[in-house]
């Protein structure tokens, strides 16, 4: 998968998007299917971004929190120690779990294994400091 056109049909393919534009595309993501965990979901947004004017990069980002909803030091050590890709950043007023990849050569696994555990990952910061559902 080499192209956004290519990325963006298989996203369309496998997983249940919720708004689309021409550089980013949203999808929602849902956790606890059994009839023993209540269902939860994650909203990721998957964007086309353009470094220095020439190479073509993905960037997958989901919020897991509003910055004055948590203890910031307890979640950055929580990532610290248990995040295995993206980084904590904050856009807006919201905390949000991040992670690029160069989108020239890049593999079907290179794109999913990233956006299951980002959106795993932000899951589980959300549910831990927050107790909520709102992303």
């Given amino acids: 998968m080499a192209s956004w056109e290519d990325l963006v049909a298989y996203i369309h393919h496998e997983y249940d998007v919720v708004r689309e534009e021409p550089d980013e595309i949203r999808i929602k993501i849902g956790y606890g299917e059994d009839e023993y965990s209540p269902r939860r979901a994650q909203t990721v947004i998957v964007a086309r971004e353009i470094m220095d004017r020439k190479e ?25 120690n248990t995040t ?8 807006g007023e919201y905390l949000v779990l991040r992670h690029s990849l160069p989108l020239v050569n890049l593999d079907i696994n290179e794109f999913v294994d990233p956006l299951e555990l980002v959106t795993g990952s932000a899951e589980l910061l959300e549910e831990q400091f927050t107790g909520r559902d709102d992303y």
């Fill in 84 to 91: 295995v890709v993206g980084g904590a950043v904050l856009m």
């Fill in 56 to 80: 073509e990069w993905v960037q997958i980002a989901t919020p897991f929190a509003r910055l004055g909803q948590v203890d910031l030091p307890a979640v950055l050590s929580e990532i610290g």
